[in-house]
């Protein structure tokens, strides 16, 4: 049978235009690619860029009271938040044509529109068109989810933060994982009013204990007000703003309530219905090692599949993707330790296992140091840095590695080299500090802290 396209994705963000450009530009196949909103998808439109963005942007008061303290004469500063929000769109537009050029240099077609499934080898356009394919991958990506409570749509998500008219004066995060946690950072940097209610007992589940609790203490001392073990039960537009009712039995109003309560696969109304692709309990795209569905014809790769929802992971996984199907190279990529960054003030980097899923496992020994780093100390101020390393008594490999302290996330980068080596500790041990800086910390912890 004769095909229109070797391979359709349907999605065009980090996952689908990875595996899009290699299938076509390395590996000679017809590719289409179908994307109802702006190329690029979370990552680049409503997602890490802009949202890394404003994170350099929250970070400059303290700079800039770092600089007079150091000596330095600064004077008034003011945010303009309309200045910075016509920049980042226009940041945001030239990554956008970049995506669109990438996949045009390598010859893929892209349909500025929705596609759905029609069958294992079949897809159609909201235009009506249809286009068959020998093999079909799905990049839907996620979305956030709002709780369906009285009052939810005066809620906003990550979508509308970087296209808010103003700043508010008052802002309610509602959420307790990375997204929720690295906005009300931003918005307390940039002269909100924060508050972050969280109905579990501490903020960043999944990452090591020490190390959220470390940065729940930081964001605290930095103003935003956290309250565990609170949730919403309803929220009521008011003349001054929206109130917002809390299971605490607490009533407050604020001018902006987001909601950073975890995110859902985009599958609905994809044609998937009847056609043996495995759906699971949390909506996901069910697919093996090489990102296959139940359904031989049909792939899925990043968000939508609901493994690790990270853009780096969707990028290796699209290629992998591509290299297996189309370059006669079968390749899966390993989910085993990926590091990851949460860019909130301070930044928390992690790879491998926290202290609590390592004692779990075996018995291990528990290095950590908390410390005051030189920058701040020297102008008086109580920041603290802390790093940890997760170390196996048999085989003396390191099991984790946990930094919380300003640009972790470039230094977890670099730790995760060594770790996905297979590093003992005594590697770690045998390295020259560099000083003075805060990772040389990582080399120079000779007695453990904890044996478990």
Not at 72 to 78: L, P
Not at 303 to 320: F, W
């Amino acid at each position: 049978m004769a095909f229109d396209y070797d391979l359709f994705v349907i999605g065009g963000g980090s996952g689908g235009v990875r595996a899009a450009r290699i299938a076509s530009g390395e590996w000679g196949a017809k590719v289409g690619l179908a994307e109802e909103s702006r190329m690029g998808g979370t990552c680049v439109i409503r997602g890490c860029v802009p949202k890394k963005l404003m994170v350099f942007a929250s970070g400059f008061p303290g700079i800039f009271e770092e600089a007079r303290a150091y000596g330095w004469e600064v004077g008034a500063t003011r945010f303009d938040w309309t200045a910075f929000r016509t920049r980042l769109e226009s940041e945001l537009n030239r990554l956008e044509e970049a995506y669109r050029n990438t996949l045009k240099t390598a010859g893929v077609t892209i349909h500025d529109t929705r596609a759905t499934l029609v069958d294992a080898h079949r897809v159609r356009l909201a235009s009506g068109e249809e286009f068959s394919a020998k093999h079909i991958l799905i990049a839907t990506g996620g979305r956030p989810f709002v709780p369906d409570i009285p009052g939810a749509e005066l809620a906003v998500t990550s979508n509308e933060m970087f296209h808010l008219e103003s700043l508010p004066k008052r802002a309610l995060v509602v959420g307790g994982g990375y997204i929720a946690s690295e906005f009300a950072c931003i918005l307390n940097g940039m002269g909100v009013e924060v508050s972050q209610y969280y109905r579990g007992a501490q903020i960043l589940r999944g990452f090591d204990d020490e190390a959220r609790g470390h940065v729940a203490n930081a964001m605290q001392a930095s103003g935003v007000d956290i309250h565990c073990g609170t949730d919403l039960m309803r929220l009521e537009k008011t003349e001054g703003g929206i109130r917002a009712v809390a299971t605490d039995g607490s009533e407050r109003e604020f001018d902006l309530v987001m909601y950073a309560t975890g995110r859902r696969p985009n599958v609905e109304n994809l044609g998937l219905d009847g056609l043996g692709v495995e759906i699971g309990r949390k909506g996901q795209i069910v697919v093996d090692r090489f990102s296959q569905t139940a359904v031989p014809s049909i792939f899925a790769v990043g968000d939508v599949t609901g493994r690790i929802n990270l853009t780096p992971v969707a990028i290796r996984e699209g290629h992998a993707f591509a290299d297996t199907v189309f370059g006669s190279k079968p390749t899966a990529f390993d989910h085993e330790l990926v590091a990851s960054a949460v860019f909130t003030q301070p930044e928390l980097g992690s790879i491998g296992l926290s202290e609590e899923a390592a004692r779990e496992q075996e018995p291990i020994e528990v290095y950590a140091t908390a410390f005051r780093p030189m920058k701040t100390a020297f102008i008086g101020k109580p920041d603290r840095v802390m790093m940890k390393l997760i170390v196996s008594k048999a085989t003396r490999k390191v099991l984790g590695c946990h930094i919380v302290a300003p640009e972790a996330g470039e230094m977890i980068q670099l730790a995760a080299i060594a770790i996905r080596m297979g590093a003992t500790k005594e590697d770690f041990d045998r390295t020259c500090a560099v000083h003075p800086t805060m990772s040389e910390e990582l080399v120079t912890m000779r007695k453990p802290v904890r044996t478990i």
